[in-house]
Structures are given as structure tokens and as C-alpha cells.
């Protein structure tokens, strides 16, 4: 497809078990970011991957959490012994340019994680 | 470093207009302006830029005060179609970006 793809839509896990969470940017576009949305709350940054410069990893919360970008493409989202807390949507976007320096930030629809 | 929005939140009748303002406590060099309807992601609206270029798509128009760190989205003649949060994001020195706390627009009949 044309636009941003993530993968799975919902994932319902048990606490302590890990978690991966996939996006397909669109071709093309050389930064992809992750951000996190709790109920009724705004996005929170978690990181940002820029061509083949090291990942801005500043937003993510804890060493539980990690991202890869591979081959400067898909990008997978891993968080590891998960907590009740890190239920939320995670949204990725792509942009031809880093912070969509002259355009716009395409958003996918994002995968919501349920922690039981 | 997060943006801080105004108003939280806003009920409008059809064909009201609207003003959301965004403040941040940083030199910005761009603001992003983008709407999420209840369940969607998020959809870009415009960017500001530094030195007073828009670059946008919708009905919607915008003013970006570098001086004072602060935008602003003016919607006017309100839309049923308009409901959902807005948020700003803004870009300041360090390739940092950060988006707003949100403000939920319901446009009423």
C-alpha cells in the first residue's frame, strides 16, 4: 500500500511476556519515528530513526524498551517483560525528511497493546 | 519541553470559529499542525516555518509567532468535520520534536 502499514492491529499479551510491533514506512521516506498514545492522553516520543544516522532513542521509557530499523526500511518495535503501564497505542510515521522539515508527518494506524 | 496547548478542550456550534494556541518554553524553528479524529491517526494540517512560510491543505490557516515561541490554528465557519484533537508539534534546536497536550474540538449541530 501507499501509506504506513503496522503490524498487529491489537495485541492482548499477559504481563511479563514480550511484545513486537512492526512498521512498514513508505517507500522512500528516509526518517521513521515511534510514539506512544495512552487513553485520552497526547503522543509521547519514544524514538527516531534518520537515514543511517544512530536512532534519537531519548523518548524511550526504559531499557525494556528497543527498536530496529532494517535496511533503512522496516522498523520493529520490541518491548520486552511487559507491564501493565505499556498498554497503549503505538503509532509509527514516516517523512521524506526528518521532522517533515518541509511536509508532513504520515501517521500508520497504529497497533494497540492491551498488558493483562 | 512538551508544548503546552490551549484551550484543553472546546464545544462549537456549526459555523463558529475557533482559535487553539500552542506555547512552547524553546526557540522553535517549525510547528506542525495535525488533527486525529476518535480512533484514527493522526492527519497533518500544515507546517510553519521559520521566516513565516505556511505550507498547508485545508481551510484551516495558521500563525506562527517566533518571537513569542507560540502558534496558533484559526478554524473559522466551523464543520461537523472538524471535531477531533488537535496537536501541535513543534521542532526546536537539537532535531528535538515534541508534540502538544492535545485540544478536543466538538463541533455541534
Known amino acids: 500500500g501507499a501509506g504506513v502499514s503496522q503490524s498487529p492491529s491489537n495485541k492482548v499479551t499477559e504481563k511479563g511476556k514480550d511484545v513486537e510491533l512492526r512498521c512498514d514506512p513508505i517507500?522512500?521516506?528516509?526518517?521513521l519515528y515511534w510514539y506512544r498514545q495512552s487513553l485520552g492522553q497526547g503522543l509521547e516520543f519514544l524514538i527516531y530513526?534518520?537515514?543511517?544516522?544512530?536512532?534519537?532513542k531519548s523518548g524511550l521509557p526504559s531499557d525494556r524498551f528497543s527498536a530496529e530499523r532494517t535496511g533503512g526500511s522496516v522498523s520493529t518495535l520490541t518491548i520486552q517483560r511487559t507491564q501493565q503501564e505499556d498498554s497503549a497505542v503505538y503509532l509509527c510515521?514516516?517523512?521524506?525528511?526528518?521532522?517533515?522539515?518541509?511536509?508532513?508527518?504520515?501517521f500508520g494506524e497504529g497497533s494497540r497493546l492491551t498488558v493483562l | 519541553q512538551q508544548p503546552v496547548q490551549s484551550p484543553q478542550a472546546v464545544i462549537l456550534r456549526e459555523g463558529e470559529d475557533a482559535v487553539i494556541n500552542c506555547s512552547s518554553s524553546?526557540?522553535?524553528?517549525?510547528v506542525h499542525w495535525y488533527r486525529q479524529k476518535h480512533g484514527e491517526a493522526p492527519v497533518f494540517l500544515m507546517i510553519?516555518?521559520?521566516?513565516?512560510e505556511q505550507k498547508g491543505h485545508e481551510k484551516i490557516s495558521a500563525s506562527f509567532n517566533e518571537k513569542k515561541q507560540q502558534s496558533s490554528l484559526y478554524l473559522t465557519a466551523s464543520q461537523l468535520s472538524y471535531s477531533g484533537t488537535y496537536f501541535c508539534?513543534?521542532?526546536?534546536?537539537?532535531?528535538?520534536?515534541?508534540f502538544g497536550t492535545g485540544t478536543s474540538l466538538t463541533v455541534i449541530p
Open positions: 530513526f534518520q537515514g543511517n544516522s544512530a536512532p534519537d
Open positions: 508539534g513543534t521542532e526546536n534546536a537539537g532535531n528535538q520534536f515534541y
Open positions: 510515521a514516516s517523512s521524506l525528511e526528518l521532522w517533515g522539515n518541509t511536509g508532513e508527518l504520515f
Open positions: 510553519l516555518l521559520k521566516g513565516g
Open positions: 517507500s522512500g521516506h528516509t526518517a
Open positions: 524553546k526557540a522553535l524553528y517549525s
